[in-house]
Nanobody, 120 residues
Framework: VQLQASGGGLVQAGGSLRLSCSASGRTPSHYAMGWFRQAPGKEREFVAADHWIRGTTSYADSVKGRFTISRDNAKNTVYLQMNNLKPEDTAVYYC????WGVGPQQWNYWGQGTQVTVSS
């Protein structure tokens, strides 16, 4: 499974960005997709995930109410809509697939990462 993420960039605090991640290759018929992030000097942390069962999502407390994960199963694509961005959201965001949980080791496939920078 190959994951290609896009949509990162530079935005002012309070602004919005939407990340996209498309999966290709030999994907399972049903699988979860999600996002992690890693800020400079910090460990990689869970952001959000979407299970293949409709309506089953999970969010880190730090992004609840601001970020929304969604997916288009027909396109094997997951999205992360990020609103009301804060400087502390600045990080490299990684798309993940096939797994479940808040630990990086619980996911099998990782994308290359896309930089999100929020200026104050």
């Amino acid at each position: 499974v190959q994951l290609q993420a896009s949509g990162g960039g530079l935005v002012q605090a309070g602004g919005s960005l939407r990340l996209s991640c498309s999966a290709s290759g030999r994907t399972p018929s049903h699988y979860a997709m999600g996002w992690f992030r890693q800020a400079p000097g910090k460990e990689r942390e869970f952001v959000a995930a979407d299970h293949w069962i409709r309506g089953t999502t999970s969010y880190a407390d730090s992004v609840k109410g601001r970020f929304t994960i969604s997916r288009d199963n027909a396109k094997n694509t997951v999205y992360l809509q990020m609103n009301n961005l804060k400087p502390e959201d600045t990080a490299v965001y990684y798309c993940v697939a096939v797994g479940w949980g808040v630990g990086p080791q619980q996911w099998n496939y990782w994308g290359q990462g896309t930089q999100v920078t929020v200026s104050s």
